[in-house]
């Protein structure tokens, strides 16, 4: 059987048995439910319950009904339409185009699509910002980008963004069938245009959205990319379709591009990123080559920044030039949310708003996020000559062909995606899908004396084993952003170590409410909510949480949630409704909160975690930082950049406080972007970087550090020794000074990139890799890893290479290749890998910003592969490779999987 049909077998076994709730199976396709009992595509009360609207007036001008699905093909007019299957894209597009004003195109460019109601065309709302999931309450939240970016699998990302895919074809049926097409308040992850994944690089880990993006190298990125966008797709992962007419989803390559800070030293909104051809080529782009070229995603997002003097989003280099002209690709780019107006409002490039609109139209614009206010001017920009209605046009045609390519304008019956049942969100095995994925994003750091894993039989006793938590572990914190909380919870990390060790001894709803009462003191941590019972599942996901008050927001999921700590006080507050919680049970797992939350403010807790820590046998110290916030030494955000990489307020004192009193220390991090790691390395007896790593991370961790699974997780960025090792806020030249990533830095770290243990130990030999090649043929090797120790586990080969003799600047080593593989203990592997020549060509000098003519050098290419980099892993091989003559990429037969061509 196909990997199609396995997924739509799977997708019918699941309609023919699941209960499916709230009318999500009432209508079929786009068709929506009337509150008048019909479905429809657009007019409601024409048709009795229980029936179909047909798109098209008649020639009467009436509207035809029909019973069920299939009979969609017998509606009037449909002909020669562009809602005829028949014909081809471009004659349905010609149609659309015809039969539409410059107004009505103008209107479409929009996350906020009206309806074209005399042409049979729904509203619909393309803002679904689903980056490691569906960003609905009912969705699976897998884990965040690094911890993601950690596991070294592509083929993880492959099915994750499979089931993310699904998640996003199932709620758009479910919502879109019982009548809600997401066009009222500020709904979000209602549709099937995804706005994922962020592929842009850590190039300063202080950056704010670096717990989004996978990696700080191009080549992990890019391959990891290409996984997730195919697999959110429905496409094989070599670009092919599992359907074989219609994609499962839109996939957005964002943010276009050399974006990478968010208010240091500026705001990204006015930030003027000064980039240098040989950085541009060689860091910031090679992972759009990928997301564009080989996973074929269907949008892009322009960038709230400016490169070098031009806002991305009116750059015709960057948009019509490299995209349409160099790479002819066809999609279709959407501006970051206002991003377009910026050209004009926080750019102060063009004059007014009205010359924005027309500057982003001919740059390459087609869509734009977050409002109209620009679109809406076009017809004035085209009125005035300062654009033209083939323009707009343009863009209108590049969105029609999405809706087109997902099916959405064809009989609803055609479309197997139109299968998929609501039931497909957040189901048992995509949960099961998140803890593998939380568990193979685990980074083992530190292990002495093989501490870990803990054996389960000798935690007995009350307390013996003790999570110190200031809710960094919680529920709340580690399913990271653009993730709404799950209404059937998340696992926190004390609830999985209690689901190994006392599984019942979990707390449990209370259901006790007091109105218009709120609490002050004690404040641990604050989610966005949906409701009193919701907030009282958050509190369960913090050990410390025993109050918490509900104040509701102008929007489902605007309300906010406030959990507090034993000390809080009760207090009169019209509009908010408080509850509180028992203390955790005695088990043997004992809890201590070590600081008042995540920023560690005072040493409050510490002499409670130090008693405690005295009698357990071993200690579990969470550590780390907070996504969702603003202003805090601990937050790490949209919008929000660290100015340190230092563990936050006395996070390092507690540690310190702690460490005399542990009879066994493991220190469990929690974060995206790197911290200063030195003290925890020298203190702590074990260290797992657990990243934030979803809905599932608490029974990700608890499998790691019990052994169900041995970790393999590398680490997918740098981890520097201090702040003096970090470039100036903003500078974007990837050489300068000390160099920044592991491609370029030249001085020592703490962690480097691609570092990871495992509880067994693999051992290299037999590499195979030729002499001699030629500069445009890929390099093929193959090695025998073995698994040298007494347990199952993963091992991730990574291929580096250095250039010696190249006669131009080039990183300093670069990661060319990878494969993450599983060995049984004892047994070995032949392990086959490619390198491309792109992932080693160089930047000549004298090379054009947007013509780029990337070559392969001739001469010798040192080659090392082994379980990290060359200057970290001694026990890895090497070779030399003489490439023979110089050739220009552009030029080689592998066009297609190149970049700068």
């Known amino acids: 059987v196909s990997l199609s049909a396995q997924v739509m077998v799977a997708c019918l076994t699941a309609i023919a048995t699941a209960q499916i709730p709230n009318n999500t199976n009432a209508c079929y396709g786009e068709y929506s439910l009337c509150s008048t009992g019909e479905c429809s595509l657009g007019p409601c009360g024409v048709c009795p319950p229980k029936t179909f609207v047909c798109p098209l007036k008649d020639s009467s001008g009436k509207y035809e009904c029909f ?26 597009l010609d149609y659309l185009v015809a039969h539409t004003s410059l107004e009505q195109q103008a209107a479409q460019l929009t996350n906020l699509a009206p309806e074209l109601r005399e042409l049979g065309v729904p509203a619909y709302n393309w803002l679904n910002d689903d980056e490691h999931g569906v960003r609905r309450e ?15 699998d592509a083929d993880l990302l492959w099915r994750v963004g499979q089931a993310v895919g699904q998640e996003a074809r199932g709620g758009h049926n479910g919502y879109t069938h019982s009548g809600d097409r997401a066009m009222t308040g500020n709904q979000n992850g209602l549709g099937i245009t995804l706005y994922a994944p962020n592929l842009n690089l850590v190039r300063d880990p202080r950056w704010g959205r670096a717990q989004e993006v996978y990696s700080e190298d191009p080549c992990l990125t890019a391959k990891l990319t290409v996984g997730y966008v195919t697999g959110s797709q429905g496409m094989s992962p070599n670009g092919t379709m599992l359907d074989e007419k219609f994609l499962q989803t839109g996939a957005c390559c964002k943010h276009y591009v050399a974006y990478d800070l968010e208010n240091q ?20 782009m090679p992972a759009f080559d990928a997301c564009f070229n080989e996973a074929k995603a269907m949008h892009t997002m322009c960038s709230y920044n400016a490169l070098n003097g031009y806002p991305t989003c009116g750059d015709p280099g960057l948009l ?25 409002s926080t750019h102060h490039f063009v004059a007014n708003l009205t010359a924005a609109a027309a500057e982003g139209i001919n740059a390459g614009m087609d869509q734009e996020g977050g409002g109209n206010k620009t679109v809406a001017l076009l017809p004035e920009a085209v009125a005035m000559g300062m654009t033209t209605a083939s323009n707009v046009e343009t863009s209108f045609r590049r969105l029609f062909k999405s809706r087109i390519q997902l099916g959405m304008l064809d009989p609803p019956t055609m479309n197997n995606y139109n299968k998929v049942p609501f039931s497909v969100v957040g189901n048992a095995a ?128 605007a309300g906010h949630c406030k959990m507090y700590g034993e000390g809080a006080q009760a207090t009169k507050h019209v509009g908010s409704t408080s509850g509180l919680l028992s203390p955790m049970p005695t088990s043997a797992v004992g809890t201590a909160r070590g600081c008042s939350n995540i920023s560690c403010p005072d040493d409050t807790h510490f002499a409670d975690a130090v008693a405690k820590a005295k009698v357990a046998d071993v200690t579990v110290l969470v550590l780390g930082l907070y996504t969702g916030c603003h202003g805090d030494v601990a937050c790490e955000s949209e919008g929000w950049d660290r100015t340190s990489i230092a563990l936050p307020g006395q996070q390092e004192a507690l540690l310190a406080a702690v460490r005399p009193a542990a009879k066994k220390l493991v220190c469990v991090l929690v974060h995206g972007g790197g911290l200063q790691l030195t003290t925890v390395m020298a203190q702590c007896d074990a260290v797992l970087d657990a990243w934030y790593p979803g809905a599932e991370g608490g029974n990700g961790l608890a499998d790691v550090m019990f052994g169900k699974v041995n970790p393999a997780g590398r680490s997918p960025q740098t981890h520097y020794q201090s702040d003096e090792d970090l470039p100036p806020f903003g500078q974007m030249d990837l050489y300068a000074d000390k160099g920044v990533t592991y491609r370029y830095f030249s001085g020592d770290v703490v962690i480097p990139f691609g570092f990871g243990l495992s509880y067994t130990s693999f051992k290299y030999s037999g590499l195979s890799i030729p002499s001699t090649v030629k ?13 040298t120790g007494n347990v199952d586990g993963d091992e991730v080969v990574q291929v580096y290479v250095k250039q ?29 890998l490619r390198i491309e020549p792109k992932f080693h060509s160089i930047v000549p000098w004298g090379t054009e910003f947007f013509n780029p003519d990337l070559t392969v050098e001739a001469g010798m290419l040192s080659v090392y592969v082994g379980g990290g980099q060359p200057d970290h892993y001694p026990d890895g091989l090497s070779a030399q490779v003489q490439i023979e003559a110089t050739t220009a990429l552009r030029s080689c037969p592998q066009g297609d999987r190149r970049w700068g061509a």
């Open 320 to 344: 019509n030039h490299v995209l349409r002209d160099m790479w002819q690709w066809d999609g279709f780019v959407v501006s970051d949310y206002d991003a377009w107006a910026n050209i004009y």
């Open 265 to 284: 030293p500026t705001s990204r909104q006015t930030f003027d990123a000064q980039v240098d051809v040989r950085s541009m080529w060689e860091h910031y």
């Open 804 to 832: 010696p003799n190249a006669t131009v600047p080039v990183p300093r080593v670069r990661l060319v290749a990878y494969q993450r593989v599983s060995l049984k203990a004892g047994a070995s592997s032949q392990v086959q």
């Open 67 to 92: 019973d069920s699905p299939d009979q969609y093909i017998k509606c009037p007019m449909l002909s020669n339409t562009h809602l005829d299957w028949n014909l081809t894209v471009a004659e349905r």
């Open 775 to 787: 500069a445009c043929d890929d390099i093929n090797l193959t090695v025998s890893v073995q698994n």
């Open 430 to 557: 995509h949960t099961e899908l998140n803890r593998e994925a939380a568990g193979k994003s685990m980074c083992l750091y530190k292990n002495t004396d093989s501490l870990l894993p803990l054996d389960a039989k000798d935690f007995t006793a009350e307390h013996s084993l003790l999570i110190i938590d200031m809710s960094a572990g919680s529920g709340v914190n580690i399913i990271g952003n653009y993730a709404d909380p799950p209404d059937n919870g998340s696992v926190s990390f004390g609830e999985g170590l209690r689901n190994v060790l006392a599984p019942h001894s979990q707390r449990r709803p209370q259901g006790q409410f007091v109105n218009d009462t709120t609490y002050n003191n004690d404040y641990i941590i604050e989610e966005m909510s949906n409701g009193i019972q919701d907030c009282e599942r958050s509190c369960l996901e913090v050990d410390a949480c025993l109050h918490f008050t509900f104040a509701p927001g102008g929007s489902p999921l």
């Open 138 to 152: 009912h969705a699976t939240t897998f884990p965040d980008g690094p911890a993601l970016g950690a596991s070294w």
